[in-house]
Nanobody, 121 residues
Framework: QVQLVDSGGGLVQPGGSLRLSCTAS????????MGWYRQAPGKQRELVAV???????KYGDSAKGRFLISRANVKNTVYLQMNLLEPEDTAVYYC???????????????WGQGTQVTVSS
């Protein structure tokens, strides 16, 4: 059983910071990419940030310069440090990963359950 558990969301004032974490567990042989997407009410899900196994990063336009994705010292865990948060950042944030499972030959894509981030005064 493979799980992506994302956490760290909450209510924060404009200009504040939050750190999200995502941990993948199960019979995982390899991780190709691991990152975050978000979906605000009435909007499509969009890329926030992705980290590859080689250490490359890709950020959505809204995240550039304010958010930082990094690999944690804890196995199969990534962090998303979000700074200078704005009301427009309010959304459900979903962890996403391409995982190679034990006994499999191809990577499969998985989603976390989502964590709510609300930016409001």
């Amino acid at each position: 059983q493979v799980q992506l558990v994302d956490s760290g969301g909450g209510l924060v004032q404009p200009g504040g910071s939050l750190r999200l974490s995502c941990t993948a567990s199960g019979s995982i042989t390899s991780i190709n990419t691991m990152g975050w997407y978000r979906q605000a009410p009435g909007k499509q899900r969009e890329l926030v940030a992705v980290l590859t196994s080689g250490g490359s990063t890709k950020y959505g336009d809204s995240a550039k310069g304010r958010f930082l994705i990094s690999r944690a010292n804890v196995k199969n865990t990534v962090y998303l440090q979000m700074n200078l948060l704005e009301p427009e950042d309010t959304a459900v944030y979903y962890c996403n990963a391409d995982l190679l499972l034990s006994g499999s030959y191809d990577y499969s894509n998985y989603w976390g359950q989502g964590t709510q981030v609300t930016v409001s005064s």
